[in-house]
């Protein structure tokens, strides 16, 4: 797995374990342990996609100040040696 | 991945509820050149195309088309709003309002459901994109057609913007299929399959 691989696995766990609460907080809130614990991984997803932007280009349409938008490798690409 | 945001592309605000419009207008929610069936025709499409700025603009066309879905869906729901059962039966709507009660479902103005068959991801880009054209025009008729059926500014000012899109789609979708045939054989287009001949 290499740095750009690697980052994006660490923001999928973190958008995940977010992703997660907020269902959970769909049907239970306000249930302060999860918010506080949703707030975190939020947090932490975000300061996550920010380093990832800085460094290998953006990760949704909207922060396209460059060709890298549409640049290689598309997310359906992975298993490829 | 897709997350979602809750807010409508362009905004639809109808006041008066009109049976007769929405069973027109759900053929762009379900009907055969409706925008489920543009988005998931671009999102199939997409990973074969032979370059990535092609994936990229199918990527970005097929979530704009789920925007759109979305649009029509919140047109067909706010002209469906509060109807009377004397309203329901004078205006036609009782043959969708028997299966579906006021509920949002994908069918065509006849009432055919939604289909996969109204699509195609062919594997050949060339075939694909040509399909892409066409779906854009097929799409822009269908709302050219009712603008000539509705005379609701809340309704034309939205399907205005829908037929909009179709056109600069249509453009877009022109200039991919010059990127795609930029990279093929200059004497003929079809010496190979750049999404399966390596």
Known sequence: MNEREALLREISKAQFAAWELHLYLDTHFPDARAVSLMNGYEKKYRALVARYEEKFGPLTAFCDSDERWTAGPWPWEGGKR | MFTYEKKLQYPVNIKKCDPKAAQIIITQYGGPDGELGASLRYLSQRYTMPCDKIKGLLTDIGT??????????????????????????????????????????????????WTAAYIQSKGDPITDLHEDLAAEQKARTTYDNILRLVDDPDIIDPIRFLREREIVHYQRFGEALRLATDKLDKKNFYAYNPAFDK
């Open chain 2, 64 to 113: 704009e088309e789920l925007a759109h879905f979305e649009m029509i869906g919140a047109m067909v729901y706010q002209l469906t709003r509060n109807l009377s059962i004397e309203q329901i039966k004078k205006s036609g709507f009782d043959t969708y309002f028997v299966d579906h009660t006021a509920g949002i479902y994908p069918v065509a103005a006849s009432g055919t459901p």
